[in-house]
């Protein structure tokens, strides 16, 4: 459960005439993770694909183009349609697509390129329909020149003092000008225009008032843009009724593409093929029976290897479990934090896959962190609403972290800390304000079962601070001891148990020596007892940590001695798990005693108030907490746990198979 | 008493001040860089989280010692 599942390295080799037959049987089996033949072999060509291939593709492409010409967007899934039928009605059907769709697109395009024409006209004519003039006024004149553009200012007096003769016309608004002048003063003229931030407009070919020929250009703009909506809304019926056909036709051609171009990554010989390729073992007699039983003798299945967990010499020709595929193996629920695993990394094929340690750790953590029975039944609540909604890998990770986290707050929020929304149930000793006080009845200590009661609230977090942080301290050694156990098994596997021993199990007996250590401390710094050099505890840890580092100096070398304030600094991070929840616990005291004691007392509109404060601030709590619990847990994992043993750098078990959304294969 | 007590909770407010500022002087360049490998790649996603809240245990520190001495007021 802990490994990945054990791989099998096959070979199958067959004559071409039945490649087709093994695609199809390989994709079928689901189990065949296929790996690229190596070009440069010897002997070997690449496969060439199956001869349906062009012609599939051909027909994907023809498709494709309908489909954006229709402007088929991912709508809600249609009713799958059978895979069957659209191999027999493909041919016929894009032919028929391609003539209904024709007109209308033709038609849509020249629309389209005629409404643009006219916003371009619409544009050039704007600017002159504020001058009284005829646009062939502006042109063909043999000793005057013309100058039409927009200004800054009115130049017309300065125009007035430097030339003989000229002729101007301006806007209403004065911001757009034509002057008339001779040709012997069009550079004078130019020239003062200049200074007047002058920039030229052209005028448009044709004749007219700008003013009737924009209200044309308009009258026609309206009526294409009605039959733009008409051919619109014809496309839409189009798309409406071949949308569920189209994509499912897409999908089913990009199947046979896909089978089709599969014996690209195979070898090939002018008459056979070689197909390289992992299997898990427990599948591998399965998949020889299947071939056996529908392709007869005509291909064969070869086992290579069956891949152990040993890492490979260096520079040896074998091929390392890097390069190996990864198929985890946990089942659920221990399966669902995959996805927090696969974010560092995935895997490699040689190492202990940790996805099942932490779906323990991590919800436990969470648990403690805001331990809370107010916001432990709304995370569970959204966690399952999640988990039965949600499709991506991201939001179905972060709904189990709620639904699974949720349940340990709500067991932790119970038992451990009986609290809800930060008040405790049971009437608290130091006169803080309880469920029991606001309701005015007395909730119990805990619950009686005849043998054993089950206490409801042991600690305080804001009051039982010290004995908080020596648990968390304690669960920190514990996920510390088991990440140093996990490592031990990893390097056992891989390169024996000697090197472990030197790698591992020193830091093994170096924990352990600590956790001798921790007690004395705590006797001494917390409860005060005088400390003894000769206490047993003393020497047994102090022992202990020199053994472990003589050992670990001979087998990894003097980084043990950097790495030891690393572990001690490790341990100091649990201390994280109370932290948190004092912080939750103290954020929600303030917002109950300003609610409930300070405004609440007034009456009437206050009471109204007091609720408001109450909602926001439990809200931005239990916001706070999902982001804070969630990241920290999540840190913990990544951190203190996963650096101990985790490598990664595995790939992914990625068999051969067909995904179908739009169609269904009988 | 009341001076010794204000003492020890300015001292636990350093602790805890301080120690906040070294880490997120820390954490910013490391974020910065994370986000921007990030963009290029989202599968650093994990890594870059790994690499970012490294130096947060620095906070912890000072919050520890800051509750320590709390505890002994």
Request: proline letters at 4%; aromatic letters at 8%.
């Amino acid at each position: 459960m802990l490994l990945p599942e054990q791989m099998a390295k096959v070979l199958i080799v067959g004559s071409k005439d039945r490649l087709e037959r093994t695609v199809d049987l390989l994709y079928e089996s689901r189990v065949v993770h296929l790996v690229d033949f190596p070009p440069d072999k010897e002997g070997f060509t690449l496969g060439s694909p199956l001869p349906i291939a062009s012609k599939t593709s051909e027909r994907l492409l023809r498709l494709r183009a309908i489909e954006k010409d229709l402007d088929i967007k991912e709508p809600k899934v249609p009713e799958p349609l059978s895979a069957e039928r659209i191999r027999k009605e493909i041919d016929a059907a894009i032919i028929s697509l391609d003539s209904e769709i024709l007109d209308v697109i033709g038609s849509k395009a020249k629309l389209e390129e005629r409404l643009s024409e006219l916003d371009q006209q619409k544009r050039d004519l704007q600017p002159l329909a504020s001058l009284p003039l005829d646009l062939e006024l502006y042109r063909d004149f043999r000793s005057l020149t013309v100058f039409v553009g927009h200004v800054r200012t009115d130049p017309s007096g300065v125009l007035q003092e430097s030339l003989d003769q000229f002729e101007a016309l301006t806007a209403q608004d004065g911001k757009l000008i034509a002057v008339f002048v001779q040709r012997s003063e069009a550079n004078e003229a130019q020239r003062i225009l200049m200074q007047y931030g002058f920039s030229e407009v052209s005028v448009p070919q044709g004749t007219g008032k700008p003013v009737e020929i924009l209200d044309e250009i308009q009258k026609e703009e309206s009526i294409l843009r009605k039959s733009f909506e008409e051919v619109q809304v014809t496309l839409g019926k189009l798309r409406e009724k071949h949308a569920a056909f189209v994509l499912a036709s897409d999908e089913e051609l990009g199947i046979e593409v896909e089978k089709a171009e599969m014996p690209l990554r195979a070898g090939a010989t002018v008459h056979s093929f070689v197909i390289d390729a992992w299997v898990p073992g427990k599948n591998l007699d399965k998949l020889k029976e299947d071939f056996n039983a529908k392709l007869g003798d005509g291909v064969y299945i070869e086992l290579l290897e069956v891949k152990n967990r040993k890492d490979a010499e260096e520079d040896a020709e074998e091929i390392g479990p890097e390069d190996v595929p990864t198929k985890a193996s946990n089942p659920r629920p221990l399966n669902l934090f995959n996805h927090l695993v696969e974010l560092v990394s995935t895997p490699r094929y040689n190492e202990i896959d940790p996805t099942s340690v932490i779906s323990i750790f991590f919800p436990i953590f969470f648990g403690l962190m805001v331990g809370d029975v107010g916001y432990g039944i709304p995370f569970v609540i959204l966690g399952f609403l999640g988990l039965r909604k949600c499709k991506s890998d991201e939001w179905r990770t972060i709904s189990t972290a709620l639904f699974f986290g949720g349940i340990f707050t709500l067991i932790f929020g119970f038992i451990f800390f009986g609290e809800a929304l930060g008040m405790h149930f049971a009437p608290s000793p130091y006169g803080e304000l309880t469920w029991s006080s606001l309701l005015g009845i007395e909730l119990p200590h805990s619950i009686d079962l005849g043998l054993f009661s089950i206490p409801i609230g042991m600690f305080s977090k804001l009051h039982d601070v010290k004995i908080l942080l020596y648990i968390s301290v304690w669960i920190g050694i514990v996920h510390l001891f088991t990440a140093f156990g996990l490592g031990f098994a990893n390097v056992a596997m891989r390169r024996g148990l000697k090197h472990a021993f030197l790698e591992k199990f020193t830091w093994i007996l170096i924990l352990t020596g600590g956790v001798f250590l921790l007690l004395l401390m705590v006797d001494a710094l917390i409860l005060g007892k005088p400390l003894i050099m000769t206490d047993l505890r003393m020497l047994a840890g102090a022992g202990l940590v020199i053994v472990g580092m003589a050992i670990g100096l001979k087998g990894e070398g003097a980084k043990v001695i950097l790495e030891l304030p690393g572990l001690m600094s490790n341990v100091v991070s649990y201390t994280r798990l109370t932290a948190i929840g004092m912080s939750k616990a103290g954020l929600a005291l303030a917002f109950n005693s300003i609610s409930i004691e300070m405004i609440a007392p007034g009456g009437g509109i206050m009471i109204v108030m007091a609720l408001l404060v109450f909602i926001v601030g439990h809200l931005m709590i239990f916001i706070l907490a999902i982001i804070s619990a969630g990241l920290q847990g999540v840190r913990l994992q990544y951190v203190e746990f996963f650096m101990k043993f985790y490598q990664g750098g595995g790939s992914k078990f990625n068999p051969l198979m067909i995904r179908r959304k739009y169609t269904t294969e009988v | 008493m009341a001076l010794e007590a204000g003492l020890i909770a300015i001292g636990a407010g350093i602790a805890v001040g301080l120690a906040g500022l070294g880490a997120g002087i820390a954490e910013g360049p490391v974020g910065a860089a994370a986000v921007g490998a990030m963009a290029e790649n989202e599968k650093l996603f994990g890594k870059g989280l790994v690499l970012m809240v490294i130096p947060e245990t620095i906070v912890i520190f000072g919050l520890v010692m800051a509750i320590l001495l709390w505890l002994n007021m």
